[in-house]
């Protein structure tokens, strides 16, 4: 079956740190941009992240530059979003998103379709 699964979400106190993970199961993820997205009641939808995994190009958004690190796993066929200083505006549902050899930025500032999408993972952030 081809799919995009995440986990990794929970409760965390602001300043705390959580790791996502977004797993891909029926395909390889070497010729796709990953993004992962968010969205909180009530907002728009953020691209938070990205990375086109063959060669590690990745984008950051503003808002979260300097706390989050995406990164991939080759063998494990799965791209991480490393969540630190956690901040209670980061209170949302993220969830992956995977387009086959699209350019990262692209992915994550605009509606481009994905290929592939998780069913998302809620993150609450406490202050």
């Known amino acids: 079956e081809v799919q995009l699964v995440e986990s990794g979400g929970g409760l965390v106190q602001a300043g705390g740190s959580l790791r996502l993970s977004c797993a891909a199961s029926g395909f390889t993820l070497d010729d796709y941009a990953v993004a992962w997205f968010r969205q909180a009641p009530g907002k728009e939808r953020e691209g938070v992240s990205s990375?086109?995994?063959?060669?590690?190009?990745?984008y950051y958004a503003d808002s979260v530059k300097g706390r989050f690190t995406i990164s991939s796993d080759n063998a494990k066929n799965t791209v991480y979003l490393q969540m630190n200083n956690l901040k209670p505006d980061d209170t949302a549902v993220y969830y992956c998103?995977?387009?086959?050899?699209?350019?990262?930025?692209?992915?994550?500032?605009?509606?481009?379709?994905?290929?592939?999408r998780g069913q998302g993972t809620q993150v609450t952030v406490s202050s």
């Open positions: 998103a995977a387009y086959f050899d699209r350019d990262p930025i692209v992915v994550a500032t605009t509606a481009h379709p994905s290929d592939y």
């Open positions: 990375i086109y995994v063959r060669y590690g190009t990745t």
